[in-house]
């Protein structure tokens, strides 16, 4: 009888031998490991790359708006690529991750978020930069050349756009102290901000929309009651600070206007001959329309009168340096009129001045005030699509009107007293002066 223990064949053997499976496994894991340590290292390092890029481009971006405000196209786009490749720690300036042509100015639509080329644009800039196979210097990577991926394509894009802030356009605006006292209306609209604290008394009204603001709400200086008796002032509270910059260019305007820069003459100037008026007490038909005047300050102090049923000068420069009253009735429409007097009153008016056209937000009409000094009017003060920019303090009294478009910013303070009513245009104040500010939009 034969034996049933036989032995396999080899290869059946072979076959059913599983010595050396785990190595078969660990070689397996392994690759996936090391293809998840690749994602990880060169995804990383990809990333890194995309931010190193995204924050070149944010700070070009931001160089290139801001130096574009007053200088050449091609002087911003180089100090805009000198500083990104400054960033980015770049040595060689033909380094093509960010050059000049990646440096496009142009427009910025906030409601659509497109942007659109425009080289003479000074409103907006996109700044792009990567490291691409079409630039030829895409991210190479380390371990994920084992899965067959050689280089990253990455790549970021920065759009910057001008803006001027709202409480600039229309407010009152100042380094010092704002103190309104009561029985105040501000409509829809309307700012008023304080670097320093506003101060309020009661009885004032805030309508939905208005702001008020200051870096510490705490600094709020309004009496016990003042929340329950200042309708919608809780509501209107805003914590802010504003680098009012036009306030430095206070001397600048002054001195353009004086040296007949194109950038500050108003279009209504036909005729750019200075007139010097020596009259103590000029009225205002001795203002003709399109031209430009200088008062020689006789007695160290001007007053403008009105002349019989004349009470309006209209589309004038008037530049003075000494104190300037108003005759009660002056209205100035169309008008810009700076001052290097630094009197506390440097421009006064007994009652009844007006500044700017009653014609209900329609472009143009306005006035502009600039001056080194103070202001200081009384009661009856009405603005309309007009500004009033000092590096003293503005002082108005009682039943001011400034319904249709009132901006007043000064490096001091600003003080108002009772019953006015101040409101928010949104148009008219095309002359008015002003200095941009920059934001990143996309």
């Not at 574009?68 to 400054?86: F, L, N």
């Not at 928010?424 to 920059?438: H, I, K, Q, T, V």
Request: proline letters at 2%.
């Amino acid at each position: 009888m034969q034996s049933s223990d036989r032995r396999p064949a080899p290869l059946a053997a072979f076959a059913r031998h599983e010595d050396g499976a785990i190595t078969a496994f660990a070689i397996f894991t392994v690759v996936c490991l090391c293809m998840m340590l690749g994602i990880a290292v060169d995804a990383g390092n990809a990333y890194r790359q995309r931010t190193q890029l995204q924050v070149a481009t944010d700070v070009a971006a931001h160089a290139a708006i801001y130096i574009r405000e007053t200088s050449t196209q091609s002087d911003a786009t180089s100090k805009a690529v000198a500083i990104a490749h400054d960033t980015m720690a770049v040595e060689d300036d033909l380094d093509p991750t960010l050059t000049s042509a990646d440096v496009t100015f142009g427009t910025w639509d906030e409601t659509t978020r497109t942007f659109t080329a425009n080289s003479a644009s000074r409103s907006a800039v996109r700044v792009s930069a990567g490291r691409t196979e079409e630039r030829e210097n895409p991210v190479s990577t380390f371990m994920l050349r084992l899965a067959g991926v050689d280089i990253w394509n990455v790549s970021a894009s920065t759009v910057a756009e001008t803006y001027r802030p709202t409480c600039l356009r229309e407010g009152f605006v100042a380094e010092g102290v704002v103190d309104i006292q009561s029985n105040n209306t501000f409509v829809n609209g309307f700012c008023m901000h304080s670097n320093t604290y506003v101060s309020l008394n009661q009885n004032n009204t805030f309508e939905a929309g208005t702001i008020v603001s200051m870096p510490h709400l705490d600094d709020l200086d309004v009496p016990n009651s003042g929340m329950e008796k200042n309708d919608g002032l809780e509501e209107a509270l805003r914590e802010s600070f504003y680098n009012i910059r036009i306030l430095s260019r206070v001397g600048g305007i002054i001195d353009g206007i004086a040296n007949l820069s194109a950038d500050y003459l108003p279009d209504y100037i036909t005729n750019t001959t200075v007139v010097t008026l020596t009259s103590k007490s000029p009225t205002v038909t001795d203002f003709v329309a399109g031209k430009m005047y200088r008062l020689a300050c006789s007695g160290n102090k001007v007053t403008i009168s009105t002349n019989g049923a004349a009470t309006t000068v209209s589309k004038v420069v008037i530049m003075a340096s000494c104190p300037v009253t108003f005759a009660q009735g002056v209205a100035l429409e169309d008008v810009v009129f700076t001052n290097t007097s630094t009197d506390a009153k440097s421009f006064n008016a007994p009652s009844g001045v007006r500044l700017g056209k009653d014609d209900g937000c329609a472009a143009g009409g306005g006035a502009q005030l600039v001056t080194m000094g103070g202001v200081n009017f009384a009661a009856a003060m009405q603005m309309y699509g007009s500004q009033i920019l000092a590096l003293g303090t503005v002082e108005f009294a009682a039943n001011a009107d400034g319904i249709e478009g009132a901006s007043i910013v000064s490096r001091d303070g600003i003080d108002g007293t009772s019953n006015m009513t101040m409101g928010y245009c949104g148009s008219g104040m095309e002359d008015n002066f002003e200095a941009d500010y920059f934001r990143i939009v996309q």
